[in-house]
């Protein structure tokens, strides 16, 4: 009988296996995260070097089983070297998908092959709201005005010449993170509703939170959850080290302002990596959110897995909330406009596996999208569908002749016939911009 764990010489270790286990405590070596696959030679020279032995989870592991009980014999270095080389490239198996930790883990691991993100996910973890939006968006809004004067604040004492205020940070992200965690549809909209504030408070505010509820989706847990939040609240404090004239310059940069503008990052990571309350993983976040896939970001010009996973989680919400946001050079894209273009750019400047789960969290029509339907009346999400994501919960305001409702009316599509021979049928047509047929979503928000 093969028992679940099993004890293992490093030099017999190999591609696939995964480890849950090691001869020594986690903290006494590089490996920051408790259980991984291995899959690049470079974690078995480091298992090596710091391991003589480890236990392997076999039913966690991609290896064929008949290749573990293979290794459990005593072989010497040499041999492993040889058989990988015979053996060549292989493919990964996935985890059974009939278990959620198993459609986790499979996600999970196509997401950051090296195990660290594995770490920060359980994978018995699924959140779900836990209070109804309407419910939430008085919290909601407390928590976003609340980091609106904190950041206000921060960025005012910085361009005076002081530091970082970490602590009081760390003290504005939390009541963010805990209305995500109870509702995350209520700080969304509420964050589509202040698109029209200063963009330097809302763009942090947002990143932040399209971060979390990334996070959320993704199952991390509170300790990776206040990462993302202070990385997404942090990702250009740099910029206030920048004249405002360059930040807010209306109209196309020259290639000496955009290189002046690119040292936002450094100068980041100059006021951050020395203050408490930093981890490594927020000053990862930081350095590499201008970093893209295809190698043609900056500031090192990283590529594909070479970029950190919170970097790369960055440089997903940054540019998303960048697009859906006005800017002295660029018109607002619609939240549905914005998650179509994000889509174009998969397995270009972001990592494939990312945006299918950026999608997935937020939705093919993000709440506060404007959505006409199959019947050409029109509505505002206002809710999402955690399984059907194209069948959101919609708030009609217009019927089919683009007249306001006398009374809105909530449709939740989950409960509504999708089949088009049906005569009943309600699907979402399309998506519109922000502000089409006169519509403000703030009038429709229901704080």
């Known amino acids: 009988m093969l028992f679940k764990r099993q004890k293992i010489e490093t030099a017999n270790l190999e591609r696939g296996m995964f480890v849950a286990q090691l001869d020594r405590p986690w903290l006494e070596t590089p490996f920051l995260f408790q259980g991984f696959e291995i899959r690049e030679d470079s974690e078995l020279k480091l298992l090596r070097k710091f391991c003589r032995h480890v236990y392997i989870d076999v039913t966690r592991s991609s290896l064929p089983r008949e290749k573990v009980l293979q290794a459990l014999q005593p072989r010497n270095h040499e ?53 109804p939006t309407a419910r939430e968006a008085p919290q909601a809004i407390r928590a976003y005005d609340a980091a609106v004067a904190t950041m206000n604040d921060v960025l005012v004492h910085i361009r005076k010449g002081a530091g970082v205020d970490v602590e009081k940070v760390q003290t504005a992200v939390k009541p963010m993170i805990d209305s995500v965690l109870r509702n995350q549809d209520a700080m969304a909209w509420l964050v589509y509703l202040r698109k029209r504030d200063e963009y330097a408070y809302h763009h942090s505010i947002a990143s932040s939170v399209w971060a ?39 109209g196309k940069l020259s ?65 998303y909330d960048a697009m859906t946001s006005h800017r002295p050079w660029a018109q607002a894209k619609s939240p549905y406009d914005a998650i179509r273009e994000i889509n174009s750019l998969s397995g270009v400047q972001f990592q494939k596996e990312m945006v299918e789960q950026f999608v997935q969290a937020m939705g093919m029509f993000p709440t506060g999208s ?66 089409a047929f006169g519509l403000d979503p703030k009038n429709y928000f229901i704080g």
């Open 79 to 131: 041999a492993v070297m040889n058989g990988r080389a015979q053996a060549g490239a292989r493919v990964a198996a996935e985890a059974d998908p009939s278990t959620l930790t198993g459609r986790v883990m499979r996600v999970v691991t196509r997401l950051d092959p090296t195990g660290a993100l594995a770490a920060k996910i359980d994978g018995h973890r699924q959140y779900r709201n836990q209070v």
């Open 370 to 435: 404007v959505v006409e339907m199959n019947t050409g009346e029109v509505g505002i999400v206002v809710e999402q569908n955690r399984i059907r994501r194209l069948r959101p919960k919609v708030l009609l305001v217009l019927d089919a002749d683009k007249q306001p409702l006398r009374e809105y009316r909530s449709l939740d599509l989950r409960k509504c016939p999708s089949d088009q021979s049906e005569g009943n049928a309600y699907w979402i047509a399309r998506g519109h911009e922000a502000g």
């Open 255 to 319: 290639p000496a302002e955009f290189d002046a503008i690119r040292k936002h990052v450094a100068y980041g990571l100059d006021m951050l990596k020395l203050s408490p309350g930093i981890n490594a993983d927020v000053l990862a976040m930081i350095e590499g959110h201008h970093e893209r896939a295809d190698g043609s970001g900056y500031p090192r010009g990283l590529k594909g897995a070479d970029i950190p996973v919170f970097a790369r989680i960055g440089g997903l919400v940054d540019c």
């Open 212 to 250: 979390v509820i990334l996070g959320r989706h993704l199952g991390f847990d509170r300790q990776g959850l206040d990462t993302l939040a202070m990385g997404g609240m942090l990702l250009d404090i740099g910029k206030a080290k920048l004249p405002e004239s360059l930040v807010g310059k209306d």
